[in-house]
């Protein structure tokens, strides 16, 4: 079971979110149950994993290997990075690729890693459907792509059967 | 099979205890551990603001190559351990060591609630059970 998904640029911005708890609200997505709204929900899921980003990062350097040297800090280090946490009712799952984009997905708390899940994400439909549109210039807007959401809808639909 | 370390944290987000139990020393000063702890503090609270479901606070953070796992008490302090990603049962650990601090810091008479834990009782104890985990397994 996949609760939600948030899409996130290098500039910090969500670009993408979709919710699947409940399915008339993907008409509407302005109003979610818990009175947020999705965009502040956004900012704060994004100050949190940008927050155990950091933190793992620190902490992966106490727990056997060694830190990295200041110049490399911005790069993305697939090899120690923050993969998800869980509470005890949702899991969230984190991806990062080389290009700064983050995924971030919330599930039920018994689902395995995700990594290869979102990973998927990114290169057969972020990738096919929106950096492959020709009409798709700037990578700091909110993505208005029927295809994408479309394929996005179906792969989740597909995978938490 | 490992623990690596152990961090309290008290109900304010303030690091109380820290301890470190692998053999090469740690290359974070005790600035660096109180800031690790305040951003833990604020992002379990956080985590259950962005729920999709009521829910908890973070119980497991896995990252690729540790894991931290964190007990928060009725009374708002947090148990937290880091140990490496196969370890297992580590909550049963930390229920063990609220025990362990029930009884040689909370009984301890000349000790101050919410503030740094500095009981030699409860060093030497949660030492000698930390040590027998990790040489078991």
């Given at each position: 079971m996949i609760y939600n998904f948030y899409l996130f640029n290098r500039h910090c911005n969500c670009i993408y979110y979709a919710n699947w708890q409940n399915e008339k609200d993907d008409e509407n997505l302005n109003t979610k149950n818990n009175d947020m709204k999705w965009e502040e929900e956004a900012k704060l899921v994004y100050g949190v994993v940008y927050s155990l980003r950091n933190l793992c990062r620190k902490l992966s350097s106490v727990n056997g290997v060694p830190e990295k040297s200041e110049k490399d800090d911005?790069?993305?280090?697939?090899?120690?990075?923050?993969?998800?946490?869980?509470?005890?009712?949702?899991?969230?799952?984190?991806?990062?690729?080389?290009?700064?984009?983050?995924?971030?997905?919330c599930s039920d708390p018994r689902t395995p890693n995700l990594q290869d899940m979102l990973h998927q994400i990114y290169r057969d439909i972020y990738v096919e459907y929106v950096v492959k549109n020709p009409l798709y210039h700037s990578d700091n807007d909110y993505i208005n792509n029927t295809l994408f959401k479309n394929k996005l809808h179906e792969f989740i639909k597909s995978q938490s059967k | 099979m490992t623990i690596s370390s152990l961090m309290i944290i008290n109900k304010a987000g303030g690091l109380i205890y820290q301890k470190g139990f692998s053999s090469t020393p740690s290359k974070l000063d005790s600035n660096e551990y109180l800031v690790l702890a305040g951003t833990f503090h604020g992002v379990h609270t956080i985590s259950t603001r962005i729920a999709p479901v009521p829910s908890s606070g973070i119980e497991v953070i896995e990252a690729s190559t540790f894991k931290l796992h964190c007990f928060q008490t009725q009374t708002?302090?947090?148990?937290?351990?880091?140990?490496?990603?196969?370890?297992?049962?580590?909550?049963?650990?930390?229920?063990?060591?609220?025990?362990?601090?029930?009884?040689?810091?909370?009984?301890?008479?000349f000790y101050t609630p919410e503030m740094p834990i500095r009981c030699e009782l409860f060093d030497v104890n949660v030492l000698r059970y930390i040590k027998s985990i990790n040489e078991s397994s």
């Open positions: 911005d790069k993305i280090d697939e090899d120690r990075g923050f993969l998800s946490y869980k509470t005890n009712s949702y899991k969230l799952h984190y991806y990062e690729t080389a290009s700064g984009l983050k995924f971030v997905v | 708002g302090t947090k148990f937290i351990m880091t140990t490496d990603p196969e370890q297992t049962r580590v909550e049963l650990y930390l229920k063990k060591v609220y025990e362990i601090y029930s009884d040689y810091v909370m009984k301890n008479p």
